[in-house]
């Protein structure tokens, strides 16, 4: 069965930092782009950031330019965002997806939930 | 850069035919054939139903089908059945590298 399971999702502070993680199972991860998009409470989907299969490029949205890192571990069949400078705006679901193509994501995972609040 | 604009809710009775709309830019929908639509039911993993503007993945019901127009990208879902009742997202190709996809506001759709 094709899944991404993201964990890593918790109560934070602002100014804080938090690690996501996505493990990937069922599909030749290291053949996928990858994606985080995000969803705030009662808002729409949002993209936050792209990786390449190889891990050779990557994009970030400019509200999260210079604060979050994407990374992969195709060995470990792993996708992570590294969270820094947390503020409340960045609080949402944040969901891994891959990229079948340009503009299509599929799979996606069903996300984990980061709440920036003091 | 901005959010494609989507209805709130569009509601339909079963077996009728709902179209929802996705109206962007010259710089997404307009330059690009990149256009594709989600099925998100809350707490779960959003689903892709349409990519490259109208073809469907292997296991999307045949009722659903996307087009575009100008700056316009559209999902219709025909036959509705009580399952369809989800929000719906599209999303575009925007091709900056610090606002690579634009996703639409979303779309709550109600089978009455």
């Known amino acids: 069965e094709v899944q991404l399971v993201e964990s890593g999702g918790g109560l934070v502070q602002p100014g804080g930092s938090l690690r996501l993680s996505c493990a990937a199972s069922g599909f030749t991860f290291s053949s996928y782009e990858m994606n985080w998009v995000r969803q705030a409470p009662g808002k729409g989907l949002e993209w936050v950031s792209y990786i390449s299969s190889s891990g050779s490029t990557i994009y970030y949205a400019d509200y999260v330019k210079g604060r979050f890192t994407i990374s992969r571990d195709n060995a470990k069949n792993s996708l992570y965002l590294q969270m820094n400078s947390l503020s409340a705006e960045d609080t949402a679901v944040y969901h891994c997806?891959?990229?079948?193509?340009?503009?299509?994501?599929?799979?996606w995972g069903q996300g984990t939930l980061v709440t920036v609040s003091s | 850069q901005s959010a494609l604009t989507q209805p709130a809710s569009v509601s339909g009775s079963p077996g009728q035919s709902i179209t929802i709309s996705c109206a962007g830019a010259?710089?997404?929908?307009?330059?690009?054939?990149?256009v594709s639509w989600y099925q998100h039911h809350p707490g779960k993993a959003p689903k892709l139903m349409i990519y490259?503007?109208?073809k469907r993945p292997s296991g999307v019901s045949n009722r659903f089908s996307g087009s575009k127009s100008g700056n316009t990208a559209s999902l219709t879902i025909s036959g509705l059945q009580a399952e369809d009742e989800a929000d719906y997202y599209c999303c575009a190709y925007a091709g900056s590298n610090t606002f690579l996809y634009a996703f639409g506001t979303g779309t709550k759709v109600t089978v009455l």
């Open positions: 010259s710089s997404d929908v307009g330059t690009y054939n990149l």
């Open positions: 490259d503007v109208s």
């Open positions: 997806a891959g990229g079948r193509s340009i503009a299509t994501f599929d799979p």
